[in-house]
């Protein structure tokens, strides 16, 4: 069992940066590949980054060379946001699912639905003006 809580939201102009940062509470020994997603009004729910347990990670095309995802440890997980655009106006979500040390955040997006992922947090807003 995962809980997750997303903490960093707000409102920035275009070119500025924000940190979101997300809080796991565990409750087993199990390990897990943890990531951020983003849905934004009218638009289907979209995967941003991800980190396997090796810290390999893997970047939408769309935030790549912007966004860096890092994990201080298995309980917290935190995405770098610079250089922001209107366009990354969105719910941000972070996510976790069982992962072993030889497995890929692209292997565990492609286990089930919801891209995988079995723990969802109830996300935080983030907003850029023009």
């Known amino acids: 069992q995962v809980q997750l809580e997303e903490s960093g939201g707000g409102t920035v102009q275009a070119g500025g940066s924000l940190r979101l940062s997300c809080a796991a509470s565990t409750y087993n020994h199990m390990t897990y590949c943890m990531g951020w997603f983003r849905q934004a009004p009218g638009k289907e729910r979209e995967g941003v980054v991800g980190i396997d347990m090796n810290g390999r990670t893997s970047y939408a095309e769309s935030v790549k060379g912007r966004f860096t995802i890092s994990r201080a440890n298995a309980n917290n997980l935190f995405l770098q946001m610079n250089s922001l655009k209107p366009e990354d106006t969105a719910m941000y979500y972070c996510?976790?699912?069982?992962?072993?040390?030889?497995?890929?955040?692209?292997?565990?997006?492609?286990?089930?639905?919801?891209?995988?992922?079995?723990?969802w947090g109830k996300g935080t807003l983030v907003i850029i003006s023009s």
């Open positions: 996510a976790a699912v069982w992962c072993d040390s030889d497995h890929t955040w692209d292997w565990a997006m492609s286990t089930g639905p919801n891209y995988g992922m079995d723990y």
